[in-house]
C-alpha cells in the first residue's frame, strides 16, 4: 500500500466512525480515571468530564458534531439493549418490589407530577421561551422518550436531550449527598427516587452504591418513562386549550 | 456475552416491532425491557451468566450517553442565553423531584422497614 499524504489522511479518517468511536471512548475512560482518582468527587462525574472533553476537542479541530455523531451513534444506539437488560435485576429484585407496590405508585405519582411540572413553571417564571419551557417538561425522563414526548408537546426534540442528560448528570452527581442531607437512608426508597428524576445516568450511579438501588431505579426509570410519555402530552393539552 | 447481546438485541427487535404495529406511544426498548421481564417471569429463573453479562453492561450505561449529551454544542447559544431559567428549573425540579419520591414512600412503608441494608439484625 502506497503512503497516504497527511491532508487525504485526514480526510479519510474524518469521515469513518473510527474517529468518533475511539474518542468517545477515550474520554470516557479518562472520565472514570479522574472519578476514581478524585475518590469518586461528584464534580468528576465521568460523563460530564467527557462531554466537555470532547466538545473542546471538536471545537478546536471545527469537527461539526453531525460527523462526530456519524460515527459516535454507535455506542448511542446501545442505549437500546441497556434499557432492555434492565429487565433483569428488576426480575431479580421483584418480590421485594412487589411488596413495596403501594407506596412506589404513590411516589411515582407524586414525583413524576413535581418533576415535569416545576421545571416548566419554574422556567416560566425566570422568563424562558415557549419552546425552552416545552423541552424542559420531560427533561426527568429517559432519552428516548423525552425526546418523542418534547415532539409531541411543542419542544425541540435535540434540546430536550441535552437538558435529559443534564438533569441526569445533576442527579446522578448530587443524590449520594442529598440523601444524607434528607436522612433518608433505605436504598430501595433512594433508587427508586434517583431512576424517577435521573433515569439511566442516575440509575448507572445506583448500581455503584449497591445492585439493590440499580434494580429500583431501574424501576423508577421505566414507569417514569411510560407514566410521562402517557399522561404529560394529555394534561398539557387540557390545560392549554 | 455474545448470548446476553443476542437476547438483548432481540428482545430490543421484539419492543420496536410491537411499537411499529400497534402505534405505541413508548419506545421500543422500553417495551422489549418489559417483554423481557415477562419472560423470566414466566421462566421462574434467570441463568447465572446472563446475570453477570448484564450487570457489567449497565455498569457503563453512562457512556451511552455522551455522543447525545456532546449536543450541547448545537444549543451552546441558547442554553447561554437563557441559563437562568434552565439552570434553576433543572436543578430545583431534579432535587424537588427526588425529595417527593423519597418522602411519600417513607411516609407511606411500614415502620421498622426503613433501614440501610444490612442495618437490621
Known amino acids: ?4 499524504p497527511l491532508a487525504e489522511l485526514w480526510t479519510h479518517f474524518a469521515g469513518s466512525p473510527l474517529l468518533g468511536l475511539s474518542l468517545t471512548l477515550m474520554a470516557y475512560l479518562a ?32 469537527m461539526p458534531y453531525q460527523r462526530y455523531f456519524d460515527g459516535a451513534q454507535f455506542i448511542h444506539f446501545l442505549l437500546g439493549p441497556a434499557t432492555v437488560a434492565l429487565a433483569v435485576p428488576l426480575y ?10 403501594l407506596p412506589l405508585v404513590v411516589g411515582l405519582f407524586a ?14 417564571l425566570f422568563g424562558a421561551s415557549p419552546e425552552t419551557i416545552f423541552s424542559l417538561g420531560p427533561k426527568s425522563v429517559t432519552t428516548p422518550i423525552a425526546m418523542g414526548v418534547a415532539e409531541q408537546i411543542g419542544g425541540i426534540p435535540s434540546l430536550t436531550a441535552v437538558l435529559v442528560i443534564l438533569t441526569g448528570i445533576l442527579g446522578a452527581m448530587g443524590f449520594p449527598a442529598f440523601f444524607r442531607l434528607l436522612k433518608i437512608r ?31 431505579s431501574a424501576l423508577g426509570m421505566g414507569l417514569n418513562g411510560v407514566l410521562t410519555a402517557v399522561l404529560l402530552p394529555l394534561l398539557l393539552s387540557l390545560v392549554l386549550h | ?29 422500553v417495551i422489549g425491557m418489559t417483554l423481557l421481564f415477562l419472560t423470566l417471569l414466566a421462566r421462574g429463573h434467570v441463568s447465572q451468566d446472563t446475570r453477570a453479562d ?8 453512562s457512556l ?3 455522543p447525545a449529551g456532546v449536543g450541547v454544542m448545537v444549543h451552546l447559544q441558547r442554553v447561554a442565553s437563557e441559563w437562568l431559567p434552565i439552570t434553576l428549573a433543572l436543578v430545583i425540579s431534579t432535587f424537588a423531584g427526588m425529595a417527593v419520591t423519597a418522602w411519600v414512600i417513607t411516609a407511606m412503608l411500614p415502620k421498622g422497614d426503613d433501614h440501610a441494608p444490612g442495618e437490621h439484625a
Request: net charge positive; charged share 10%; proline share 5%.
Open chain 1, 31 to 62: 472520565g472514570v480515571w479522574l472519578f476514581k482518582r478524585s475518590g469518586q468527587k461528584p464534580l468528576c462525574n465521568p460523563v460530564l468530564i467527557a462531554i466537555v472533553l470532547i466538545a473542546l476537542l471538536l471545537w478546536a479541530i471545527g
Open chain 2, 54 to 61: 448484564t450487570g457489567s453492561f449497565l455498569q457503563h450505561m
Open chain 1, 111 to 124: 414525583g413524576s407530577a413535581t418533576a415535569a411540572f416545576s421545571a416548566m413553571g419554574l422556567a416560566w
Open chain 1, 186 to 216: 433505605n436504598h430501595a426508597t433512594q433508587g427508586f427516587a434517583v431512576g424517577l428524576t435521573a433515569h439511566g445516568l442516575g440509575t448507572a450511579r445506583a448500581f455503584l452504591v449497591s445492585e439493590e438501588m440499580g434494580a429500583f
Open chain 1, 92 to 101: 431479580a429484585y421483584w418480590k421485594r418490589l412487589r411488596q413495596m407496590a
Open chain 2, 1 to 29: 456475552m455474545l448470548n446476553t447481546l443476542t437476547l438483548l438485541l432481540l428482545f430490543q427487535l421484539g419492543g420496536e416491532l410491537s411499537v411499529r404495529l400497534l402505534g405505541l406511544p413508548i419506545p421500543g426498548p
Open chain 2, 64 to 66: 451511552f450517553f455522551v
Open chain 1, 1 to 4: 500500500m502506497k503512503p497516504m
